[in-house]
């Protein structure tokens, strides 16, 4: 929050339960004195414009393509995907079935060794060494 943020909202929101620390008549005073001298005014247009042209690009392009945010990227492209997904599969037969059922115990199949033969395929069609005698 900039200063001049923090000064309108303290002003136009004296009642609000923010800023969390009491004020005191001393700092209210010195405050009106430093409004009224427009020594605040200068210093926040200053302010202002160097967080705006300075250290917000910088910020912005160090969380868009910095290594320190890079999981942060990654979780936000996966809750996006997610979302999508969740939209999109609702609207499947099988979403519509099962999507927010909270139905986890899965499918009864017949043939209990269908699980055991799918795996074993699976590894054999990857040459793994000693799959093609389970099968």
Same mark, same amino acid.
């Not at 002003?11 to 609000?16: C, I, L, V, Y």
């Given at each position: 929050m900039l200063e001049e943020d923090y000064l309108a909202l303290s002003?136009?929101?004296? !009642?609000?339960a923010w800023p969390p620390a009491i004020s005191t008549d001393k700092s209210e005073q010195h405050l009106e004195k430093l409004?009224?001298?427009g020594a605040v005014k200068n210093t926040n247009a200053l302010a202002s414009q160097i967080i705006r042209e300075v250290i917000l690009p910088e910020? !912005?392009?160090e969380v868009n393509e910095g290594k320190n945010f890079a999981n942060l990227r990654q979780m936000y492209q996966a809750l996006i995907l997610a979302i999508w997904f969740k939209r999109h599969f609702q609207e499947s037969v099988l979403g519509q079935d099962y999507a927010d059922q909270n139905k986890v115990a899965g499918i009864e199949m017949e043939d209990k060794t269908a699980k055991e033969r799918i795996y074993w395929q699976y590894l054999s069609a990857f040459n793994w060494p000693n799959c093609q005698n389970q099968l």
């Open positions: 002003q136009n929101d004296k !009642k609000s409004q009224r001298g910020i !912005k392009r």
